[in-house]
């Protein structure tokens, strides 16, 4: 499974980063690693204008980042025309590899877009009880929260659910990664 850091869960310095390895930058010029990284735009569920977000697009192009991650991104399918422009005006600046997270399975017509997307976005507590309806095999899976004695487990668990990618980590999403010092925990 493909290993996605959100921007809350930059991995700690001691854990080896390998070709999987994917990092989300909260914004330009932040760089603090020179792994391959996707820059983060805010949808705000679909609620930004266009011309924001293509801002933000161009600042993540010219910032030399591999791709995007389009967080709090729309799920219904009202939202789909603005993300599928997003997407091709991307397509348009070289930025090809964009990931897609709504945290929640998406109306059926995301699945054409041609993007990956995280179909789940939460605490441990609600990954255990989710039952999954809508996700497809390869979906990504971001749990948080998770006590730090149940990493594997969790792993584990985001794999029989078939997770293409994702992380499990002992962080919050609005925990600072620099006042805590302890980054991130990719569990085997």
Known sequence: MKTLFPSYAHPSPSLELDAETWIVREEPGDRRTLHQSLGRIDLDWGSRSLADVLTDVDAWRADGVEGLFLDRAPAGSGG???????????ARRGLHRVVLNPGVPTHPLYRDLGVRICSFEGPWEAYQNWDGDGVRAGDGHIVHGVPPEMLTAARRLMGRRGAGFGLATDLGPRVSVTASGRGAHAAD
């Open 80 to 90: 789909v025309g603005p993300v599928a422009l997003t997407i091709r005006l991307a």
